[in-house]
């Protein structure tokens, strides 16, 4: 089974791009989508970052405010290792264990926002790099997440550059102004499926 890492600097797309594979029936470990799960009031973790950051934390229905800790770990470079020491593991091991259960799959989609800056490159064969300009990743970051110019481009500076990025691509969609997202999108998922041992017809692919 091949395994696509899918990555791109925050705000970039990769929740849309991957929600547009999900349609073509591909299997998709996000781990974002982990990491946040982690944090819940349920899980081990939650306890530990409780302890490590306190109340402070905390909104009224004692869940983590992932705002608040983010303004934290972007303006300390130590707390923020000291979280991605918490959770990547964890995160790992997680994204390991589906991958595993999706083997029968022809390819898997791994979304893996911090594919370069943490040790996640095993996880996966190929790299797919969603690039767009910073301009529009800060602009789709403060709109979103209702936070300020400041701490957008913290946020972005904090990550391996656009240019980085592609230098390790093996392939890449471009998310900036009209292109079609849904057609680049197609075109790899015919890409990968040759490419895992299938053809479109065999898989139901469009």
Not at 13 to 36: C, Y
Not at 142 to 167: F, T
Request: proline share 3%; glycine share 6%; net charge negative.
């Amino acid at each position: 089974m091949l395994t696509i890492g899918l990555t791109g600097g925050i705000a970039s797309g990769k929740t849309t791009v991957s929600n547009l594979f999900a349609e073509l029936g591909v299997s998709v470990v996000d781990t974002d989508v982990i990491s946040r799960q982690l944090l819940e009031i349920d899980q081990p973790v939650y306890d530990q970052v409780l302890q490590h950051f306190g109340n402070g934390i905390l909104l009224k229905n004692r869940a983590i405010d992932r705002v608040q800790l983010r303004r934290l770990i972007f303006n300390d470079e130590l707390e923020k290792r000291w979280l991605e020491g918490v959770l990547h593991p964890v995160v790992y091991r997680q994204s390991q264990q589906l991958i595993e259960e999706y083997n029968n799959n022809y390819y898997v989609l791994v979304v893996i926002p911090l594919l370069f800056e943490s040790n996640f490159r095993s996880l996966v064969d190929r790299v797919l790099v969603i690039d767009c300009s910073p301009d529009t990743q800060i602009a789709r970051l403060i709109s979103r997440d209702n936070i300020d110019r400041e701490l957008a481009q913290k946020m972005l500076a904090q990550q391996w550059s656009n240019d980085a990025r592609l230098e390790q691509a093996d392939d890449v969609i471009c998310n900036d102004a009209n292109l079609d997202l849904g057609q680049q999108v197609t075109n790899l998922h015919t890409r990968y499926l040759l490419l895992a041992g299938s053809s479109p017809a065999e898989s139901g692919a469009p």
